[in-house]
């Protein structure tokens, strides 16, 4: 990070430090980043970008804007799955990275099936200012020209 250059904080608090204690001690997080907040905001917030990367075709503004006890608790999970593996590579080889690759490769899968309409999930669709759906979950496509020679 360039010197001067902020950590913009995207999360508007969807996430908190105690939050993740579900996923990692309080004390190991604060082992981790050593006691700065600004570490531990800034797995939280490349989290999810990274979950709003994949849930393009949903209004990610309003899910994750929503209130504490209104956030969808499977994204919740999982988000705090990529917060913990983001924050966890800073810390030392022997802090049970295997299990949180397995918690991240599993989240990430489960956003791929989200975004390819795999699994059906209760989150809010895009709109517009009218109110109608901004992308068409269905996809089209055809087979390729065929060429005939005779």
């Known amino acids: 990070m360039a010197k001067g250059t902020q950590i913009k904080n995207v999360t508007n608090m969807w996430i908190t430090k105690q939050d993740l204690a579900t996923h990692l001690r309080t004390e190991v997080i604060d082992a981790i980043s050593r006691n700065d907040e600004a570490v531990v905001a800034a797995s939280i917030d490349s989290a999810i970008v990274e979950a709003k ?3 393009s075709a949903y209004d990610t503004d309003t899910i994750f804007s929503t209130a504490e006890e209104n956030r969808h608790g499977l994204l919740l999970l999982f988000v705090k799955d990529i917060a913990a593996y983001h924050l966890i590579c800073v810390a030392n080889i ?4 295997e299990l949180r690759k397995q918690r ?3 989240a990430v899968k489960w956003l791929t099936d989200v975004k390819n309409a795999a699994i059906a999930v209760d989150l ?3 709109k517009d200012e009218s109110g109608n759906l901004v992308e068409s979950r269905v996809k089209m496509g055809s087979n390729n ?6």
């Open 145 to 150: 020209k065929r060429v005939q020679h005779f």
């Open 53 to 55: 990367g994949y849930l």
């Open 104 to 106: 991240y490769e599993r």
């Open 124 to 126: 809010p669709l895009k």
């Open 94 to 97: 022997n802090t049970q990275l």
